[in-house]
């Protein structure tokens, strides 16, 4: 028979899990603690926006048309006891307010709500993002709260927002920490498609599989602050980033990928998961070893300050008072509507704070933006953003905004300058059309 599977927490992650697991074949009940999401996930709404991700739900949501019926949601704790052979618990863990340390509590109230209800065999599976040693501490709370016969292992995703539903189906690697054959066993049956087009299986044990998350994110977060730095010293020299990216990408070694400069990493992820680590490093006195990802984190924080410097030069030099500032792009990457720690959105906050007109425009993030900084002005497109604008600032690469046409957008300014704060923008299709074009990182042409 197939595996029943639960699934706890339906944000990006929750929620791409548990339509990738309908999608490989099992039935699948999902759990959140929101009514209002556990309704649009019903109804084949997602709440937020990921490329393929409604598709791929009303594919199995139960009372869609023509659907598979294999998935389900609930806010029932009793239902999702009763029904999981396996439950994957993919609840968020946000920086502490005011900390560097990761914020556990919702992890910790899931396994507090599930344990007593885990009346039947069951594996639970840790996918959170958690500091390291906190596997052990909750298979503790499993052995002495769970009536059944319950097991817990804990498995990392990797996925990024704007290919969550490939990087879920196709992953380039599943990491599993166990303590036993049995979790092992149960966990290669779950991924028995993915592992049989050939994604690696790798098997360790509870603190290996968690350090191995932080310490990919560290890696990426590092890669990018070292081109940024890079970009720091190009400025300084006059030589050009983008050429060097590409130039020391061509050594395998080193790879060309996440080595974009410009105004830095954010999101949910790469920036909370880094202090994290270092908060949870200090604790377990290997503060040393981490010390390095301190200076990551201010090479980046540094971009954003930066970019707030080159659009107070572009519009004289002295104050943003009176100056009207057109930003292109909120959220923290294209292709996702999230504007946690968006680096774009930052800088149209500082300058706004500074006295100047800020109107934002974002193709899918401009709800939440509002949520979140709702003094700043918005516009209904990029043409309306960027009319009567001192200077342009275009800080989240979307396809859309590669697509613009230069010409048309100049008529609409009071003066054509852009800075591209993402290095994504083609600088002789701007300059033909009569903009002072300047990116991060690059000589001034
Ligand atoms: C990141 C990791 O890439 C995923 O592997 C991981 O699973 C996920 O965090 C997580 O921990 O859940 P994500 O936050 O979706 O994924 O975004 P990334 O694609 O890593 O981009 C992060 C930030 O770095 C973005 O703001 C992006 O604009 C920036 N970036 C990326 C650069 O500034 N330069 C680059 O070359 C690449």
């Known amino acids: 028979m197939a595996l029943k599977i639960t699934v706890i927490g339906t944000g990006y992650l929750g ?29 084949g709404r997602v709440p937020m926006y990921e490329p393929g991700l409604e598709e791929l739900l009303r594919k199995h949501v139960a009372g869609i048309e023509g659907s598979t019926g294999r998935l389900r949601f609930t806010t029932s ?30 992890v910790d109230a899931a396994f507090a709500s599930l344990a007593p209800r885990l009346t039947r065999p069951a594996l639970v599976v840790g996918k959170s993002t958690v500091p390291v040693g906190s596997a052990d501490r909750l298979a503790a709370l499993l052995d ?7 097991e817990l292992a804990w498995n990392p995703e990797f996925l990024r927002e704007g290919f969550a539903v490939d990087d879920t189906l196709h992953p380039d690697r599943i990491v599993v920490g166990v303590r036993s054959e049995a979790a092992e066993k149960l966990l290669r049956e779950v991924y028995a498609t993915p592992v049989a087009e050939g994604s690696p299986f790798v098997v360790t044990d509870f603190p290996t599989a968690e350090l191995v998350k932080t310490a990919a994110n560290s890696f990426l977060a590092t890669k990018i602050s070292f081109i940024n730095a890079m970009a720091e010293v190009c400025e300084a020299a006059g030589g050009d980033v983008a050429k060097l990216a590409e130039a020391i990408g061509h050594d395998e070694r080193i790879g060309k990928k996440f080595l974009r400069a410009g105004v830095g990493f954010g999101g949910g992820c790469l920036p909370k998961d880094i202090r994290a680590f270092m908060a949870r490093a200090g604790e377990l006195g290997a503060d040393q070893a981490l010390t390095f990802l301190r200076e990551v984190d201010s090479i980046n924080m540094r971009r954003r300050g930066h970019m707030v410097e080159l659009a107070r030069e572009a519009v004289g030099g002295s104050s943003f008072l009176g100056k009207r500032v057109a930003v ?60 009567g604008a001192d200077v342009v600032l275009h800080l989240t690469e979307w396809r ?24 994504a923008l083609d600088p002789d299709q701007w300059r033909e059309a009569g903009w002072t074009y300047r990116a991060m990182g690059r000589p001034r042409a």
Not at 16 to 33: I, N, R
Not at 144 to 150: F, I, L, N, T, Y
Not at 340 to 345: T, V
Request: charge should be negative; proline fraction near 6%.
């Open 77 to 106: 704790w009793e239902e999702v006891g009763e029904f999981g052979d396996v439950h994957f618990v993919c609840v968020n863990t946000p920086q502490k307010h005011g900390e560097y340390a990761c914020d556990m509590s919702y």
């Open 144 to 150: 002495e709260r769970a009536p059944g016969d319950v």
């Open 328 to 387: 292109l792009g909120a959220t923290f990457k294209p292709d996702s509507d999230d504007v946690r720690d968006s680096p774009a959105l930052n800088v149209a906050g500082q300058i706004h704070l500074q006295g100047g007109q800020v109107t934002v425009y974002d193709p899918k993030g401009m709800d939440n933006a509002r949520r979140l900084f709702p003094t700043l002005g918005y516009a209904d497109s990029a043409l309306e953003a960027v009319r």
């Open 400 to 423: 859309e905004f590669r697509d613009l046409d230069p010409a048309e957008l100049g008529e609409a300014v009071t003066t054509p300058i852009i800075l591209d704060g993402r290095n």
């Open 15 to 43: 929620a791409t899990h548990a339509a990738a697991m309908a999608e490989l074949g099992f039935e699948v009940l999902g759990l959140d603690v929101v009514p209002e999401k556990i309704e649009m996930l019903s109804a």
